[in-house]
């Protein structure tokens, strides 16, 4: 039987802390949130190490450092709305759902949507809410966020996804070409988007009207 508690306190020493990541909430629920649950169990072994993982129909589960990283630039102080694109395993989504007050993620394949629901539904999270659709429009219906985050590569921010962020909100993602981007965070103030540049990374594409085509 693996330790996979031992595991999560390993990954959390070994690859965030070294690596500039220093939210005491954040570190507290990366060393809880089981992330071997939301991969096949033929991958468990890997489930703590350095590395993005296959979830099926082509997609992955990201490397724990990037979740890291992008939930730690979204500055979550517990009661926030937020949206996510690209719910894939529904890994990113508990983490945010146990730093945010409410969580919105959009998947566009149906499979990994249900998949994701039914676990995250089965791990007690009632403030998490799974939407199968292009998230590359965003939810309208629902905005404004207070934080919006891309989880998979964007040539660009959509300005639908813009439009739909709080004054003083803040969206991350992936932005740049389709086999490497670099990681934006992009703060709202009175309208305008102030842009910060981070890590070099390499994410599956955003596939929709204002991500890729197919
Ligand atoms: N956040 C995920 C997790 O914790 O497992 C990892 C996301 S994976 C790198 C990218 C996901 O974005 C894939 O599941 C993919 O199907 C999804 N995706 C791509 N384009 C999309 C779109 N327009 N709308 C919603 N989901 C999209």
């Known amino acids: 039987m693996r330790d996979f508690e031992r595991l999560r306190n390993l990954m959390v020493e070994t690859q965030l802390i070294p690596r500039g990541i220093k939210d005491k909430r954040l570190l507290d629920v990366m060393r809880k949130v089981p992330r071997h649950l939301f991969i096949p169990e033929t991958s468990w072994d890997d489930a703590y190490e350095d590395m993005a993982l296959p979830i ?6 990201s490397q724990p450092y990037m979740v890291a990283i992008m939930t730690e630039l979204l500055e979550l102080k517990g009661d926030e709305r937020v949206l996510e694109i690209g719910t894939g395993s529904g890994y990113q989504a508990a983490i945010l759902g146990e730093l945010a007050g409410e969580v919105y993620t959009i998947e566009r394949i149906e499979a990994l949507a249900h998949k994701a629901k039914n676990r995250l539904g089965e791990m007690g ?3 998490i809410y ?7 429009k965003g939810l309208p219906e629902k905005s404004p966020f207070d934080r919006i985050i891309i989880t ?3 040539p660009e921010i959509p300005e639908c996804l813009k439009s739909q962020l709080a004054e003083g909100g ?13 990681l934006i965070k992009a703060k709202k103030i009175k309208g305008t988007f102030k842009q910060e540049y981070h890590t ?6 955003l596939i929709g009207e204002y991500g890729w085509k197919e």
């Not at 099926?56 to 589960?61: H, R, S, V, Y």
């Not at 799974?130 to 590359?136: A, M, T, Y």
């Not at 803040?170 to 670099?182: E, M, N, T, Y």
């Open 56 to 61: 099926g129909e082509n997609q992955t589960i």
């Open 125 to 127: 999270y009632t403030n």
């Open 130 to 136: 799974v939407v199968i659709g292009d998230g590359s």
């Open 152 to 154: 998979a590569a964007t």
């Open 170 to 182: 803040i969206i991350v993602a992936p932005v740049g070409q389709r086999f490497s981007q670099i």
């Open 200 to 205: 070099p990374c390499i994410f599956v594409p």
